[in-house]
Structure formats: C-alpha cells, structure tokens
C-alpha cells in the first residue's frame, strides 16, 4: 500500500525556518491535490496549506507571509517552507493527498503519519 513519506522536522528556535519535505512511496495519481495539516496536542487538525497539480494554492491566515507549499508533480513531492516560526507552530505536521480539497478536509486520502516541529521560544 503506498504510504506517504514525511521529513525534516525538528526543534527550532522562535525566529528560525523549517522545510518540511513529502514523497509517496509508490504511484499516485498526480492530479490529486496534496498539502499540509497540522495538529497540537488538545487542538483539532487544521489546514496548513494545500496546492493542486496546476499550481493553486491554498494557505491558512494563520501562516501566510510565512510558510510556503510547493510541488513537483512528475515525483508527486510536496514541499513546505516555515519561515519565522514561533511557538504557536508547534504540532505534528501531516502530509497528505486527494483528489479534492473537501476529501483532505474530512481526512480522506492518503496521508503520512506526520513529523513534529517544535519551536522553543
């Protein structure tokens, strides 16, 4: 079963960036829409940021002017950029892939099982 494949998380101080990286580790379908959600601990999962295979992007008010979400559609890898961080970014980042943005938001799809991003302040 193709599973996504999350990395580069880590502990970083207030001020400092992070790029996180996503790759499947099989065939996906590369129309589907892939991003990044997010979850602390006694929070609901949130939309990070989310792009489509012809470049829309979606990215929440909470990280815009921050964070950035790229894709190459030919290896299905999805990028996201953290600049700036601070301590309320703190969570489990979860990459994930479907086909529309309604399936991502009710947790449908494929998804990663996450990587933790700290921020110290």
């Known amino acids: 079963q193709v599973q996504l494949m999350e990395s580069g998380g880590g502990l970083v101080q207030a001020g400092g960036s992070l790029r996180l990286s996503c790759a499947p580790s099989g065939s996906v379908n590369s129309r589907n829409i892939m991003g990044w959600y997010r979850q602390s601990p006694g929070k609901k999962r949130e939309l990070v940021a989310v792009i489509s295979s012809d470049g829309a992007v979606d990215v929440s008010d909470s990280v815009k002017g921050r964070f950035t979400i790229s894709r190459e559609n030919a290896n299905n890898t999805v990028w996201l950029q953290m600049n700036n961080l601070n301590p309320e970014d703190t969570a489990r980042y979860y990459c994930?892939?479907?086909?529309?943005?309604?399936?991502?938001?009710?947790?449908?799809?494929?998804w990663g099982k996450g990587t933790l991003v700290t921020v110290s302040s």
């Open positions: 994930a892939a479907a086909p529309t943005i309604v399936a991502l938001n009710n947790g449908y799809g494929l």
